[in-house]
């Protein structure tokens, strides 16, 4: 049950792109489509963004969107807002109903 | 509105015992399995434990198994973590999380409510 690893952080400009990885293993992110991404503002509990490697829970903004390759999954935010700036974790299912998650990213918006 | 309130953290000292209580509400709480996630000041999140709906099963994070155990009362809407052998490294914020459905019957695998937290602290 190894941390999953993810850049402790990444910067973008209001407007731009940015995508934050999220590295694990054949038993986790690359044995499973069960990759979810959550949002955490500072003092505050997390938020579920993506889920299922790229869906959005409903009221999550287009921009965000997630993708998987092999064993690295990814989010992409674009159209940077300033609301973004935010701890950004990925976590996946790692077999008999285990999970594990990544370090964490933080996003700042320049 | 769907929410969960965790209570009962506090601070203990090593070696000492604690139990957390998350109540469920605004949603069927004996239908979707339950999490408790952790988080350690300044790092980042620790998925601990889950128990399906019924309560017939559960699993750990290793680095608990043995000391943490997880359960549930579904006539009180509520979930439990009881905690002996406490050491330094399990201070932090404990979060319960609502999983997407049921381990036992489906495969929504993700978090998709939390609680606020409620943090403990093991110190002499």
């Known amino acids: 049950q190894s941390a999953l690893t993810q850049p402790r952080s990444v910067s973008g400009s209001p407007g731009q792109s940015v995508t934050i990885s999220c590295t694990g293993a054949?038993?986790?992110?690359?044995?499973?489509?069960?990759v979810s991404w959550y949002q955490q503002y500072p003092g505050k509990a997390p938020k579920l963004m993506i889920y299922d490697v790229n869906k959005r829970p409903s009221g999550v903004p287009d921009r965000f969107s997630g993708s998987k390759s092999g064993n690295t999954a990814s989010l992409t935010i674009s159209g940077l807002q300033p609301e973004d700036e935010a701890d950004y974790y990925c976590c996946s299912f790692s077999g008999t109903y285990t999970w594990v998650f990544g370090g964490g990213t933080e996003l700042t918006v320049l | 509105e769907v929410q969960l309130l965790e209570s009962g953290g506090g601070l203990v000292q090593p070696g000492g015992s604690l139990r957390l209580s998350c109540v469920a509400s605004g949603f069927t709480f004996s239908s979707y399995a339950m999490n408790w996630v952790r988080q350690a000041p300044g790092t980042g999140l620790e998925w601990v434990a889950v128990i399906c709906g019924n309560g017939l099963s559960a699993f750990y994070a290793d680095s608990v198994k043995g000391r943490i155990t997880i359960s549930r009362d579904n006539s009180k809407n509520t979930l439990f973590l009881q905690m002996n052998s406490l050491r330094a490294e399990d201070t932090a914020v404990y979060y319960c999380?609502?999983?997407?459905?049921?381990?036992?019957?489906?495969?929504?695998?993700?978090?998709?409510?939390w609680g606020k937290g409620t943090t403990v602290t093991v110190s002499s």
């Open positions: 054949s038993s986790d992110v690359g044995g499973y489509n069960y």
């Open positions: 999380a609502k999983l997407g459905g049921d381990y036992v019957y489906d495969y929504n695998y993700y978090m998709d409510v």
